[in-house]
C-alpha cells in the first residue's frame, strides 16, 4: 500500500473513531434504534410527573371554576365526566400537540415538553423516532379528540343537546386510537418497549388504560342519554298525531 493510501486509510480510521465517540447512546429500545438527535432531559422520573400533575391540577382548578358556572346544577357524575373531558382537551391539544408539531426534533428538545416525552418514550420509543403511524395518531388526536372533549365538556355545562353526540364521538375516537396504538406495539413484540416493570406496566400499560376503560364507560352513558332522549322525541311524536 502506498504512502498516501496509508494516510488516506488512517484519516479514515480517526474519522470512524471520532464519529462513534460522538454519538450519543440512548436509553430506549430497541437498542438499535437511530436517534441521532438525542439529548439527556433535565427532569428526573419524579421532578417530570410533579411537572405534569401540577399542569392537571391547574386545569382541574379551572375546571372547578366553570363547573360552578354551570348553567344547570351538575350531578356528581357529570362533574366528574367535565373534568375527564377538559383534563383530555388539555393533553391532548398541549402535549400530544406538542408532539406532532415537533416529532423530528423531540428526542433533542431541552424544553419541559421534550423532556415529558423523553420520559414516556421509555415506554414507547416511537415518539423519538417520527414513526408515521404514531404521528398520524396523535396528529388527529391533538385535533379530532381534542376538540370534541372540549365540546361534550361544554354540552355538559351549558346543558346542550350537543353533549352526548360529542361525549359518544370523543370516547370512540379516544378508544379507537388507544387500542390501535397498543396493538401495534404488542403485533411487534413489544419491541419499543423498555422491559422493566416501572415502564411496561407502569407507563405503557397503567398509563394508557383510562383511555380504554373510560371512554368504554362514556360510550355506554351517552349511548343510553341518546336512546332516552329518541324515545322522549318519539312519543312527543306520537302525542301530536293523536292530537
Request: hydrophobic share 50%.
Amino acid at each position: 500500500m502506498s504512502s498516501p493510501q496509508v494516510v488516506a486509510a488512517a484519516a479514515a480510521t480517526a474519522a470512524n473513531a471520532a464519529a462513534a465517540v460522538t454519538v450519543k447512546q440512548h436509553p430506549y429500545y430497541p437498542r438499535n434504534s437511530a436517534i441521532p438527535h438525542y439529548v439527556e432531559s433535565k427532569l428526573s422520573m419524579g421532578e417530570a410527573f410533579a411537572t405534569l400533575g401540577s399542569a392537571v391540577g391547574v386545569v382541574m382548578v379551572i375546571t372547578t371554576f366553570l363547573i360552578s358556572r354551570a348553567r344547570v346544577p351538575l350531578s356528581g357524575k357529570d362533574k366528574l365526566i367535565v373534568v375527564w373531558m377538559l383534563v383530555c382537551a388539555a393533553i391532548h391539544i398541549v402535549l400530544e400537540g406538542y408532539f406532532s408539531f415537533n416529532h423530528h426534533s423531540l428526542a433533542g428538545k431541552e424544553t419541559i415538553m421534550g423532556d415529558l416525552w423523553r420520559e414516556y418514550a421509555h415506554a414507547d420509543s416511537r415518539y423519538l423516532t417520527s414513526d408515521p403511524f404514531t404521528v398520524i395518531m396523535e396528529g388527529i388526536t391533538a385535533v379530532f379528540d381534542g376538540s370534541f372533549a372540549v365540546i361534550a365538556a361544554y354540552g355538559i355545562l351549558a346543558d346542550s343537546p350537543v353533549r352526548h353526540p360529542a361525549q359518544l364521538i370523543t370516547s370512540l375516537a379516544q378508544l379507537y386510537g388507544n387500542v390501535l396504538y397498543m396493538l401495534t406495539n404488542y403485533m411487534e413484540g413489544f419491541r419499543y418497549t423498555n422491559p422493566n416493570p416501572v415502564y411496561f406496566f407502569g407507563y405503557f400499560v397503567l398509563l394508557n388504560a383510562p383511555w380504554i376503560i373510560i371512554p368504554i364507560l362514556l360510550m355506554i352513558d351517552s349511548w343510553k342519554g341518546i336512546c332516552r332522549g329518541m324515545l322522549i322525541a318519539q312519543r312527543a311524536t306520537s302525542v301530536k298525531k293523536i292530537n
